[in-house]
């Protein structure tokens, strides 16, 4: 099981380490603001009948980043993020993190509730990054 982390310890993992941040959000959860500098790869697409899993979600993964990549994940609460670095884990991936409380916040280990990324004051954006965007990480490597 992959570790979590809190959004603070995310961000010193990617400023001192080296990891990127997957947002496993929806593409209009994560249009609508984002970590500065995060990929979006949604684990679950959102449509007219609510949430539905992305097929494609290990495909993306693997042509966007290697086995070995140092990855942090991370949702809007942390429910989907863990999923996915489950997921990962089983693909093979070995260095991942789950970012407990995702983008906007939820439960702490002891069950409070945890202020995310965006309410904890880290950067936030709106326009991804020239190739962090779900679009160009699906048709890359095609």
């Not at 959102?46 to 495909?59: C, H, I, K, S, V």
């Amino acid at each position: 099981m992959s570790k979590r982390i809190s959004p603070q310890e995310a961000r010193e993992l990617m400023d001192k380490e080296g990891y990127v941040y997957v947002d496993v959000r929806s593409i209009s959860e994560s249009v609508a603001g984002h970590p500065e500098g995060a990929y979006n790869v949604p684990l679950m697409h959102m449509g007219p009948a609510g949430m539905t899993p992305n097929p494609e979600f290990l495909d993306v993964m693997r042509r966007a980043f290697p086995a070995d990549a140092k990855l942090v994940v991370a949702c809007k609460a942390g429910g989907r993020s863990a999923r996915a670095a489950s997921l990962l884990e089983s693909a093979g991936y070995t260095n991942v993190v789950d970012q407990r409380a995702g983008f906007e916040g939820g439960p702490d280990p002891s069950g409070r509730m945890e202020p995310g990324w965006r309410p904890a004051g880290l950067p936030v954006a709106r326009q991804a990054a020239a190739g962090h965007d779900y679009e160009a990480l699906r048709t890359r490597g095609r």
